[in-house]
């Protein structure tokens, strides 16, 4: 890699000082394995899984991919994998959300005389002339017989069209495509530009996004299109149904290069952006600098295996860990803020696309592990957005509120940062924002603090609700206690037991309650006092205190005996079955986030080798290196963090807790790179998924958990693993992870 390539690296990635000084450490120290040929972008893209397979950078802004499917649950990301036409491509797109949005910014080149109809301009594609690739994606278009090839920077994408020859070779630019457009603007700038902005509302109901598009041909005719009529003559125009287009003379073979900038900001910064981040029009230059910045993230975790298949699934899956939270800030340290209102910060980089319902599960909790430079930048992004907006994050999209999905999930995001060493964060402005979530009246709030869990009556979601309001109070009680504030400790600790109050003795079960239990019940059932599932997946949901609920259920034998009735009952549901609910064993769900942790509580059971063949049979059954090879949508990361911690044989059941349930490793070797410059390396020896002993740092090991403190401070863990089950490895009392609520 060569000095300015690398040199603007830094500039793209972090504009701290620092960080370059630690980019150029560890690839100075470690070197890169390119592990960026074992990514997939496919991958997920079939099914449900909702990814994209076009280019982008690691949490980039830009996400630059082609459009396949304009509306429906499986064309969330705007690509399927069975689809054979396409309308476009965008510069934005969500990675495996379960509603659809972005979008921003479609071209399209044709040949011929142009024309505007999303199906008038589209093509038929083969799959056999699509390729992807970690930061490029290249196509045929069938129709025209232009190749497509793409590329993109944090802030920028790149495109590639190779024409035939043609005296009509055109580029169309569609502002109407995917979302409601509120406001649009098209201005041509001489005959090698074009600028303007887009403000849109679909989950995000006021997104802003300006561009700047620059050719690296002069064209020869342009128009701008505005209610299906054509002005050729038209320079300038706004409203909500803009299209344009440009054309040019080609001959055959030639590449016209076009550029793209965007900016939530303004017009000037987006030209800013693409300034810094491509002053030139070199595409081998983005491309490879862009699988550079992929090498330099995936190279955090080093796996090493003969199973090429193997490591494509896991880099492929710490790839899709690493496309969100997207960058939402400018080159300049400008941004737009939860006011909507232009912020500057010189100290952080600030996000936007936060899935925190899904993401704080093992998303975080990895990131957290691996990146704590960024780590501290959410937490930073929280504090901006709550000064600004008066609210933490539920699900933030450029900066719109969706209020998507329950509980206040930034917490547990917070509580992993205070207690997982990450440091640049003010703690108190951090802990106040924790604690007014908790103290707010919305979203069965008033209820929950009233009653001690929400009635049913008029509050939907009402148990799955009181659930995570109650694991988020004890990461709220636990940062608390590390800041000596006693009161605020004892309040929210009690709060954290008002699981308690929807635990129905006679079943078992997390039941809806209004004074007493709903009645009839059906565990079965799918209704609106759960989210997106029933009482099977969410009667599993204490992980701040299984030691009470054990005590509850009557010990550990009844809690591993209720964990075996859940993958071995029925798969039926009754009710409505929302389309999240895939990937079932009995009713454990692995398609949605909600039965995650689940399959590591017979560790804290004392059956460590249950946990150990089940999230074995997960890995295998529900993560393939197919496009359908995801068992549910990708959750901006959450399904393959699962399965990138999983392979790594540990997983913390309880977020802002410091122990990590241990499963069933699967590779000879795998050293995660720490940011204090020191490794912790997981080996196994043997095959089969059952742990047979163990040893840490050389000692013998017979815990079924470790300690935050033995990963961070380095060191070598060794499994010696085979296809039966050694019942007395990390059973034994003091052995097995514990989270409880002594108070």
């Known amino acids: 890699m060569n000095a300015p390539i690398f040199a603007n690296t830094i500039i793209i990635m972090k504009h701290h000082f620092l960080f370059g000084i630690c980019l150029f450490f560890t690839v100075l120290c470690f070197g890169q394995n390119d592990y960026a040929k074992y990514v997939n972008p496919f991958i997920g893209t079939g099914g449900h899984g909702h990814t994209f397979p076009g280019p982008t950078v690691p949490f980039g802004m830009v996400q630059l991919s082609p459009d396949t499917r304009l509306k429906g649950w499986d064309g969330c990301s705007g690509y399927h994998y069975s689809d054979n036409v396409i309308y476009g491509f965008s510069h934005t797109h969500l990675s495996g959300t379960g509603c659809s949005d972005y979008g921003d910014i479609l071209l399209m080149p044709t040949v011929g005389k142009p024309k505007f109809g999303n199906k008038q301009y589209a093509s038929p594609f083969k799959k056999e002339n699509e390729k992807a690739s970690a930061g490029y994606y290249s196509v045929l278009l069938e129709k025209s017989k232009v190749k497509v090839e793409l590329t993109a920077t944090s802030r920028s994408g790149l495109h590639k069209y190779t024409f035939p020859k043609s005296t009509s070779a055109n580029i169309i630019l569609d502002l109407t495509h995917r979302d409601r457009v509120k406001q649009g603007e098209i201005n041509f700038v001489g005959n090698t530009e074009i600028t303007g902005k887009r403000i849109s509302a679909a989950w995000a109901n006021n997104q802003m996004l300006f561009y700047v598009i620059q050719f690296s041909k002069p064209f020869t005719k342009s128009g701008i299109v505005k209610a299906n009529v054509v002005n050729e003559s038209l320079k300038h125009d706004t409203g909500s149904l803009l299209k344009a287009f440009v054309s040019f003379n080609t001959e055959e073979g030639e590449v016209i290069y076009t550029r793209v900038g965007i900016s939530a900001v303004s017009i000037e910064n987006a030209r800013k952006n693409l300034a810094e981040e491509q002053p030139e029009f070199d595409f081998e230059k983005v491309k490879n600098n862009a699988a550079f910045l992929w090498n330099n993230e ?327 290196a197919a496009p359908d090879g995801l068992a549910g949508n990708e959750d901006c990361g959450q399904m393959s963090a699962w399965y990138v911690m999983s392979a790594l044989g540990f997983y913390a059941v309880c977020p802002g807790g410091s122990q990590y349930a241990i499963g069933s490793p699967i590779f000879p070797t795998a050293t995660i790179r720490l940011e204090n410059q020191k490794q912790f390396t997981v080996k196994t020896n043997g095959s089969g998924a059952y742990i047979q002993a163990a040893q840490l740092n050389g000692k013998p090991y017979n815990k079924s958990y470790l300690e935050y403190s033995d990963i961070n401070n380095g060191g070598v863990i060794e499994f010696k693993m085979g296809n039966e089950p050694n019942r007395n490895w990390g059973s034994g009392v003091s052995e097995v992870p514990v989270t409880k609520i002594g108070e």
């Open 298 to 624: 995936l190279n955090k975790i080093n796996v090493e295996s003969t199973d090429e298949e193997s490591k494509q699934k896991f880099y492929t899956a710490l790839y899709h860990c690493m496309i969100s939270p997207n960058m939402y800030m400018d080159v300049d340290g400008s941004y737009r803020g939860r006011d909507f209102q232009i912020h500057q910060t010189p100290s952080f980089n600030y996000y936007t696309v936060f899935s925190l319902w899904d993401t704080y599960r093992a998303l975080h909790p990895l990131l957290t592990l691996i990146d704590k430079d960024r780590t501290s930048d959410f937490v930073n992004t929280f504090i901006a957005q709550f000064e600004q907006g008066g609210r933490l994050p539920v699900w933030e999209l450029s900066s719109c509120e969706t209020d998507c999905m329950i509980g206040y999930h930034a917490i547990p995001v917070i509580a992993e940062a205070f207690m997982k060493d990450v440091k640049n964060f003010n703690q108190e402005k951090a802990y106040a924002a924790m604690k007014n979530s908790a103290m707010e009246d919305r979203n069965g709030l008033r209820s929950y603090k009233e009653n001690g869990y929400i009635k049913f009556m008029g509050e939907g979601q009402n148990v799955s609700r009181t659930l995570e309001y109650a694991y988020d109070d004890w990461c709220i009680a636990m940062v608390a206690k590390k800041l000596g504030k006693t009161d605020d400790y004892l309040y929210f600790t009690k709060r954290a037991l008002n699981y308690k109050n929807l635990f129905d003795p006679s079943t078992g079960f997390m039941r809806p309650k209004q004074d007493a239990f709903m009645s009839p019940f059906d565990p079965y059932r799918v209704d609106h006092n759960y989210t997106e599932g029933n009482a099977w997946q969410y009667s599993f949901y204490v992980p701040h205190d299984l030691s009470g609920q054990m005590n509850l259920l009557g010990g550990k034998e009844k809690l591993a005996a209720f964990l075996d009735s859940l993958f071995t009952t029925s798969s039926k549901l009754t009710g409505h079955s929302p389309p999240d609910i895939t990937g079932m064993i009995g009713q454990y769900v692995h398609g949605n986030e909600p039965s995650h942790q689940i399959a590591y509580e017979y560790n804290y059971a004392g059956q460590p080798w249950k946990t150990q063949a089940m999230t074995r049979r997960i890995m295998n059954e529900m993560y393939h």
